[in-house]
């Protein structure tokens, strides 16, 4: 796994528990390690699982051990624990310009949205104006960043997990009836159940690698 997939899961951790009222110290905290291990030239992976991974500043043993279970199974236990309350949609909208986790939670909590759909329903029946602090120009925003949502979500190509989710089983099931491999668990965003996927990442153990 790569230092960026390991900083994009914290990142995500930091939006998931902003979502959920955490104290926005433990926001803050996830989004500084994500930027020093985005940063970091050593490869993350292999500094977690030989349990040098402390030494990079803001990473101590709950963070070693959120990063260890990410990189040998795929997903960060909390992470999965969040989404089980939290519409994944929610995700997909806060990465609009502009709408930070505390506006996305409250059109949640105000507008019943939890997704980009009810998101667009909402500022296209001019609800969101309606709220405080919000007005017209925000509705306008929303409506543009959704727009570009749709068009180019995270990346110039990405498909909806309904369509990406049958190949990724049909690859890992393939590993998995190859007699050298031990072990293959779909990771990354098509295990998260992110709504929209750029690529399939697997992970495979092997006693004969060759």
């Known amino acids: 796994m790569t230092n960026a997939q390991i900083a994009e899961a914290l990142e995500e951790l930091a939006v998931l528990y902003q979502l959920d009222g955490a104290d926005q110290y433990r926001v803050l905290a996830y989004t500084n390690s994500a930027r ?22 803001g990473v101590g043993k709950t963070l070693e051990e959120k990063i260890l279970a990410l ?15 939290i519409p994944v949609g929610l ?3 806060s990465r609009i310009p502009g709408l930070g986790p505390k ?17 667009r329903a909402a500022a296209e ?3 969101v104006r309606e709220l405080k602090g919000l007005g017209p120009k925000v509705e306008e925003k929303i409506l543009a960043g959704l727009d570009k949502l ?8 990405r498909l909806r997990l309904d ?22 668990e779909i990771a990354g965003s ?20 060759k």
């Open 103 to 119: 506006t996305v939670r409250r059109l949640h909590d105000e507008l019943d949205v939890t997704g980009p759909e009810d998101l």
């Open 125 to 127: 029946a001019q609800k």
């Open 163 to 184: 369509e990406i989710l049958p190949t990724a089983q049909d690859l890992v099931e393939a590993l998995r009836s190859e007699p050298s491999c031990d072990k293959a």
């Open 91 to 93: 995700l997909e909208i």
């Open 150 to 157: 749709e068009a180019e979500p995270e990346g110039p190509t």
């Open 190 to 209: 098509v295990r998260r159940l992110t709504e929209t996927c750029h690529d399939i990442d697997l992970i495979a153990t092997s006693t004969d690698p």
């Open 36 to 57: 020093t291990i985005k940063n970091e030239g050593r490869s993350v992976e292999e500094m977690a699982r030989n349990g040098t991974i402390t030494e990079l500043p």
């Open 71 to 85: 990189v040998e199974t795929g997903e960060i236990p909390a992470a999965a624990k969040l989404k089980e309350k």
